[in-house]
Nanobody
């Protein structure tokens, strides 16, 4: 049974930072590309970032490029999202996701999804 469990969400002020983490189990983690997505109230879920199986290639949505960093630790089966210079428009539920294929583009589908963690940025 595949499980992706996000943690690290919470409340931050504009300009501040948060670090999200996702712990994976039930799958050969190093075989899977990982991604972060988010969904704001009343909006569709949107792509944030993705990282290749080895971690050597990353790709970001334009809205977070230069502010967010995705990374992974295959020895611990974890993927992280470091979020700096947060803006109120970053407020959303953030989801971790996994897929066997990696493409350095905006992703719309992934095979496995976590339950999400809330990030709220106050102005």
């Amino acid at each position: 049974q595949v499980q992706l469990v996000e943690s690290g969400g919470g409340l931050a002020q504009a300009g501040g930072s948060l670090r999200l983490s996702c712990a994976a189990s039930g799958l050969p983690f190093s075989w899977y590309a990982m991604g972060w997505f988010r969904q704001a109230p009343g909006k569709e879920r949107e792509f944030v970032a993705t990282i290749s199986q080895s971690g050597d290639i990353t790709y970001y949505a334009d809205s977070v490029k230069g502010r967010f960093t995705i990374s992974r630790d295959n020895s611990k089966s974890t993927v992280a999202l470091q979020m700096n210079s947060l803006k109120p428009e970053d407020t959303a539920v953030y989801y971790c996701a996994a897929d066997r294929s990696f493409t350095p583009t905006v992703r719309t589908t992934m095979t496995y999804w976590g339950q999400g963690t809330q990030v709220t940025v106050s102005s």
